[in-house]
């Protein structure tokens, strides 16, 4: 068994021995580091989270995650920061001195893990004054991960608009000046399972072929099945810091997206040149889970209420899937082929996704769920519309939560080819959008609702482009 070695706070701590797929929160917690919490094992509640040091160019930058859902064994060669190692009682850091100030803090269960996301918004290099509508262009939706049950969150809000810049000689600062590096490849194991990170694709493909074994990426999902289903798999390969799924380019005919990048990561560097990823950003659960979770992930669960098939299908994206044998690329609308079922061949990984240009002009993304932020969609939608001469000439509409799989709403497709873009044809097109999919009832909603809402979806969206097209 090889040895595991994770930096904290600036120790390094020998974590050999550790059950490796256990998650980094417990081991956090074994070795004295309690501030960090245990709220709800499941990514909800950001009680437990850390800051991760990650590669940024050629400095670095911290990121707030749920440590609940990281993989201990993942992380060889990693550096975190628990909030232990950001202040103490007698010297508070700036983003402890402000909550306190603020009265953000009651009973403190929640309170480590605002200081993390506060800490990653502190630090964000590229923060100006003025940026997000906030004096000191704090991000606030940075906090939105973070539940606080008996403070409100007033004063937390408070406590967030009142941090300033950090000095040129506080420590981090001239850490996150500095380069870093992504975890180190590893092989570690006990009698509950192993984790590898490989050092290659080749190596990778040798650990995937091993009796149960599966990638891990971010680990949003198959943390939640170990903390709350208590499913493991024998061997986990961690795949998302492989250089060739790390891609992101644009060509003079598709942009690639790399599978294993952070959501937050190819929001950063899209810099709002896909304006329809833009609109699923937000709505994509908490920035604390958007700093962890891949595309490659989010493809390979496979959900038919993921929210990134909707998007891409309108996008007409395809994905490509990379494995002994080479590469292929399949439109992602063959890609889904039954209930969490795809056309990916075991040992093979999602590599990228390539999304065709030039671009629709007319999108919007729609997410019905319970609730408005930080939910899983009952029915969502991706829409894709160019017009010519005020018809449609192209149209793609991705729908999530009405079927086994995400699938296109053809007929609903073709009730919009070709016509004038109007009232008339957009009540027409909805009562069709209305019969798409195989809507079921469940907890989220019944079968009546999803196919309501689907109605008024298209004659939202209609509505919102009826300006752009004014234009
Ligand atoms: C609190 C919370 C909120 C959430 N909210 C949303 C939401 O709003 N919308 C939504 O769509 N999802 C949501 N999710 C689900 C999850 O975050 C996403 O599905 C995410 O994209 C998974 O990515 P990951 O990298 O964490 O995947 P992982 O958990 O690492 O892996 C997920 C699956 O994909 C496979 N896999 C990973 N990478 C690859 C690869 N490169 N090639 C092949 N297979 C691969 C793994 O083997 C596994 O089966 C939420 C999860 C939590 C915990
Ligand atoms: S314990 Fe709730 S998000 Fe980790
Ligand atoms: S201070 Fe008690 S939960 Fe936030």
Redesign the pocket.
């Known amino acids: 068994m090889g040895r595991l070695e994770i930096t904290v706070n600036g120790i390094v701590r020998d974590a050999t021995g550790t059950p490796p797929q256990t998650n980094l929160l417990t081991w956090l917690r074994s070795i004295g580091l309690t501030a960090a919490k245990e709220g709800c094992a ?3 509640c950001g009680a437990c989270a850390v800051l991760i040091v990650r590669p940024d160019g050629a400095r670095s930058r911290l990121d707030s995650v749920n440590s609940c ?1 990281v993989t201990l064994g993942s992380l060889h060669g990693a550096e975190v920061v628990t909030v232990e190692g950001l202040g103490t009682p007698d010297r508070l850091h700036p983003t402890q001195a402000v909550l306190a100030a603020a009265g953000g803090s009651q009973c403190g269960y929640c309170t480590p893990g605002f200081v993390s996301s506060l800490a990653g918004e502190y630090y964000r290099a590229d923060r100006t004054p003025g940026q997000h509508g906030c004096g000191n262009g704090v991000h606030l939706e940075a906090l939105a991960g973070n539940l606080c049950r008996c403070t409100g969150y007033r004063p937390i809000k408070d406590a967030a608009l009142a941090i300033e810049s950090p000095p040129a000689d506080d420590p981090w600062v001239e850490r996150l000046a500095q380069p870093s590096s992504w975890p180190s490849p590893v092989s570690v194991s006990d009698a509950a399972g192993a984790v590898v990170r490989p050092a290659s694709l080749a190596e990778a493909f040798d650990a995937l072929d091993a009796d149960g074994a ?11 099945e170990r903390n709350i289903l208590g499913r493991t798999k024998a061997t986990l390969v961690a ?2 810091a492989l250089p060739e ?1 790390r891609c992101l380019e644009f060509t003079d005919d598709h942009i690639e997206i790399g ?2 990048l952070t959501l937050s990561e190819i929001e950063r560097r899209l810099a709002g040149r896909v304006p329809l990823l833009d609109a699923l950003w937000p709505q ?2 908490s920035p604390l ?1 958007r700093n ?3 595309l ?3 493809l ?2 496979a ?1 038919p209420i ?3 098939p909707p998007t891409l299908l309108a996008l007409e994206a395809s994905v490509v899937l990379i494995g002994r044998r080479g590469e292929r690329e399949v439109p992602l609308a063959d890609y889904f082929t039954g209930y969490r079922q795809t056309l ?1 061949e075991p040992g093979e ?2 590599k990228s996704v390539r999304v065709p240009l030039p671009l629709a002009p007319l999108t919007a993304f729609h997410k019905i769920a319970k609730r408005r932020m ?1 939910d ?1 969609s009952s029915v969502a939608v991706g829409y894709a519309v160019e017009l010519s001469d005020g018809v449609v000439s192209r149209v793609r509409i991705g729908l999530g939560g009405v079927a086994a799989t995400p699938i296109r709403a053809l007929a609903t497709e073709d009730a919009l080819l070709g016509c004038a873009w109007t009232p008339e044809t957009a009540a027409a097109a909805a009562s069709v959008m209305k019969t798409e999919g195989t809507p079921i009832s469940d907890a989220r909603a019944s079968a009546a609702y999803r196919s309501a809402m689907l109605e008024q979806s298209l004659l939202k969206f209609f509505a919102s482009t009826r300006e752009e097209v004014a234009r």
């Open positions: 499941e990514g909800e859902l599966a990638p891990l990426a971010g680990g949003t999902d198959l943390n939640v795949v998302e799924l599978a294993g994509f659960a889970i962890a979770a891949t490659g992930g989010n390979g669960t959900s993921g929210d990134s990916r990984l999602i930080d899983i």
